[in-house]
């Protein structure tokens, strides 16, 4: 079945270090791909998503492309910031049902 | 601006007690979701709702049971709580228009615990 696989974490920066947060899927057809960031005691809020191979999605500085041939999704952000700590959820949806990843936790250090 | 409103946001229950986690929508999105999010863990599809009327299963269905008499509404109802139904529940909904590139909107959750 689909299912979406992301590091695990947490993954712990100092502010202004480069982010990666690797994410791979399995999924028949044509999936959308999404991210999304979780604040404590927060639902979760839709961060970025690209439709279809080789888009680009983007949001806050965060960015993540769709690589059909390499089944993955990766989140970057080239300086990160205290206030972006948080847990982030890869998801995709694939006939009209959505799959999460465990999430992966940021830690963000001044 | 509302968005997904779920009540209530904390509850604690005794086993084999019974209750309905509530949820609506004021964004006339067709598509509903009820998810489990245990402590470290991703979010597992409960069950979903494509329109008033039509529900199906997800992952994990087992012990809950739903109903859409209307668009706006997407309650959860626990028959006879366990301790293994100690989560946290989030309702999310989407619109049908565009579909598979369509996010969904998350309410802030209900955390519920079953002693």
């Known amino acids: 079945g689909d299912s979406v696989t992301q590091m695990e974490g947490p993954v712990t920066l100092s502010e202004e270090a480069f982010l990666t947060i690797n994410c791979t899927y399995t999924a028949t057809g044509y999936p959308s791909l999404f991210w999304y960031v979780q604040y404590p005691g927060e639902g979760l809020q839709l961060l970025l998503k690209a439709t279809k191979a080789d888009d680009k999605g983007s949001n806050k500085g965060f960015e993540a492309t769709y690589r059909k041939e390499t089944t993955s999704f990766h989140l970057e952000k080239g300086s990160v910031q205290v206030s972006d700590s948080a847990v982030y959820f890869c998801?995709?949806?694939?006939?009209?049902?959505?799959?999460f990843g465990s999430g992966t936790k940021l830690n963000v250090k001044p | 601006n509302a968005g997904v409103t779920q009540t209530p946001k904390f509850r604690i229950l005794k086993i084999g007690q019974s209750m309905t986690l509530q949820c609506a929508q004021d964004?006339?999105?067709?598509?509903m979701y009820w998810y489990r999010q245990d402590p470290g863990m991703g979010l597992k599809l409960i069950y979903y709702s494509v329109g008033a009327g039509i529900t199906d299963k997800g992952e994990v269905p087992n012990g809950y049971n739903v109903s859409r008499s209307t668009t706006e509404d997407f309650p959860l109802r626990l028959e006879l709580a366990a301790p293994s139904q100690t989560s946290v529940y989030f309702c999310?909904?989407?619109?049908?228009?565009?579909?598979?590139?369509?996010?969904?909107?998350f309410g802030d959750g209900t955390r519920l615990s079953i002693l």
């Open positions: 999310a909904s989407r619109a049908r228009v565009g579909d598979s590139n369509q996010p969904q909107h």
């Open positions: 998801a995709l949806n694939n006939f009209n049902k959505f799959y």
């Open positions: 964004m006339n999105h067709n598509y």
